[in-house]
T-cell receptor, first 116, second 111 residues
Framework: GAVVSQHPSRVICKSGTSVKIECRSLDFQATTMFWYRQFPKQSLMLMATSNEGSKATYEQGVEKDKFLINHASLTLSTLTVTSAHPEDSSFYIC????????????FGPGTRLTVL | GQQVMQIPQYQHVQEGEDFTTYCNSSTTLSNIQWYKQRPGGHPVFLIQLVKSGEVKKQKRLTFQFGEAKKNSSLHITATQTTDVGTYFCAVNAGNNRKLIWGLGTSLAVNP
């Protein structure tokens, strides 16, 4: 099956710093990648959708200047949390979809961000 | 926008008992997906239902899609401790076919 990796798996940072999370499709070309955030005991909340080579589409209420998404290649998308604050602490998960896959997405293992 | 309601939010069962989670939508769905997320893990795709009235089985798991394609259920027969986790339904919406998620049902199984 299709494999999606995320790096790092865990990160702890100080308030005010920026954190970059990478999402890679290892054995397929991901034309679309999705970024989610999940708070403890809650459902996944879609933050943004990114298509390779174009700007990400952000969901309502998600600050695009705070959560920078880059989908520069068909195998890599990055999410940068800028000037992180403790309330940004969460589980960030990406998923990826290949060309012609219709509704199928494969999820990365997630990145747990803790902002002190 | 598209919403999907999922109940119950929590379910605590004794090992060997059955478990069911339900998802409902006010609008007709093109399809519905089910995922399982273990504690500390990421969502793992279980199945996608597309056809009206569809029933699919995976060992002890039975998935149903309603005749009107507005509701779906996941039933686990004779739960085991390995079934512990949160079960989510998700539906596709929008031009990007993004997933709209139910709130999930957290299953705890007493050995």
């Amino acid at each position: 099956g299709a494999v999606v990796s995320q790096h790092p798996s865990r990160v702890i940072c100080k308030s005010g710093t920026s954190v970059k999370i990478e999402c890679r499709s290892l054995d397929f070309q991901a034309t679309t990648m999705f970024w989610y955030r999940q708070f403890p005991k809650q459902s996944l909340m879609l933050m943004a959708t990114s298509n390779e080579g174009s700007k990400a589409t952000y969901e309502q209420g998600v600050e695009k200047d705070k959560f920078l998404i880059n989908h520069a290649s068909l195998t890599l998308s990055t999410l940068t949390v800028t000037s992180a604050h403790p309330e940004d602490s969460s589980f960030y998960i990406c998923s990826a979809r290949g060309r012609g896959w219709a509704d199928t997405q494969y999820f990365g293992p997630g990145t747990r961000l803790t902002v002190l | 926008g598209q919403q999907v309601m999922q109940i119950p939010q929590y379910q605590h069962v004794q090992e060997g008992e059955d478990f069911t989670t339900y998802c409902n939508s006010s609008t007709t769905l093109s399809n519905i997906q089910w995922y399982k997320q273990r504690p500390g893990g990421h969502p793992v795709f279980l199945i996608q239902l597309v056809k009206s009235g569809e029933v699919k089985k995976q060992k002890r798991l039975t998935f149903q899609f309603g005749e009107a394609k507005k509701n779906s259920s996941l039933h686990i027969t004779a739960t085991q401790t390995t079934d512990v986790g949160t079960y989510f339904c998700a539906v596709n919406a929008g031009n990007n076919r993004k997933l709209i998620w139910g709130l999930g049902t957290s299953l705890a199984v007493n050995p």
